[in-house]
């Protein structure tokens, strides 16, 4: 087994975009890549993407685990790292290896390590809770698609589908609430790509978007559930409804699209977000173990 930066190889987009997506089959909060087109947007070319920090251990020529870091560089700077491991290849130590690897390639500038955990990865666990990593959890909300209450919109506020000309507007707003490097070509892709059938919805008051919502059907699957993948509202246009209102009219979309039911979900300690799905019709569905984290920052 060779370990190898990426960055070394002779990389098969489309070998590594199969062995990415087959690797997290059984993850249910994974939204497979569709096409190579859409690989290369949201991974090779995310800004904060370095080829130098993926890792991948190889067989026979063949991705059989990988692991990349993405430094986001906005204070406090965070290291958050996502593994991957093939599923005839769990259980044989390759994750503890290739996070052993990553951690140590780590320099003091990074105040947080945040690993991503999946079904396929969960082997590395016990390496970081012994690493003093702490467990994280996420809370899974459904939502049964036969009870949609009626979408009532804020006074002064406009909510309608996103036009092309707006998705630099939300892109900017994407960035501004979550502290993220977040490119236009990522909205025009997931609008494009065939295989995620896309909506978003936004909010705005004055021609001014102050919030969005996005919602997404997965058409290659006979599968009926949708999902809200994200949403977002900016500080000053919180607690007035325009949330809830966003959430409601991409219900009734994904409905029209054919599901009976959507999934949206949340940090454990997001407290704002838990009240708002509770509030917009969304049951508890599950709470499972979903990040591992370390903080360097003295407390």
């Not at 919602?215 to 949708?226: F, H, L, N």
Request: glycine share 6%; with cysteine; hydrophobic share 40%.
């Amino acid at each position: 087994m060779k370990l190898e930066r990426i960055g070394d190889t002779h990389l098969d987009h489309r070998e590594y975009l199969e062995f990415i997506n087959d690797a997290n089959r059984d993850n249910v909060d994974w939204v497979p890549f569709g096409s190579v087109e859409s690989l290369r947007t949201f991974l090779f070319l995310y800004p904060d993407y370095d080829p130098s920090k993926h890792l991948a251990i190889i067989v026979n020529k063949a991705i059989v685990a990988d692991l990349f870091m993405k430094i986001h560089s906005v204070k406090p700077v965070v290291a958050e790292i996502a593994l991957n491991i093939a599923r005839d290849w769990r259980r044989r130590g390759l994750g503890e290896r290739l996070l052993s690897t990553a951690l140590g390639m780590l320099d003091q500038s990074i105040d947080v390590i945040r690993i991503i955990l999946s079904p396929g990865n969960r082997e590395i666990l016990q390496f970081a809770k012994d690493s003093s990593f702490t467990v994280l959890t996420q809370v899974d909300f459904t939502h049964d698609l036969r009870l949609i209450e009626p979408v009532h919109t804020p006074p002064g506020y406009n909510i309608q589908p996103v036009k092309t000309d707006q998705l630099e507007e939300v892109t900017f707003l994407r960035n501004q609430i979550f502290g993220t490097v977040h490119r236009e070509e990522e909205l025009k892709t997931l609008i494009e790509e065939g295989a995620i059938s896309t909506n978003i919805i936004i909010a705005t008051v004055y021609g001014e978007v102050v919030g969005y919502c996005i919602g997404e059907k997965d058409t290659r699957t006979p599968s009926k559930e949708g999902l809200i993948a994200e949403i977002g509202v900016k500080q000053e246009h919180r607690r007035k409804g325009i949330g809830k209102a966003m959430l409601l009219m991409n219900l009734d979309w994904l409905k029209s699209k054919g599901c009976n039911r959507v999934t949206i979900n949340s940090k454990s300690d997001n407290t704002r977000a838990l009240r708002l799905y509770e509030a917009s019709g969304f049951n508890i569905l599950r709470v499972k173990e979903k990040i591992a984290e370390k903080s360097r920052i003295a407390r």
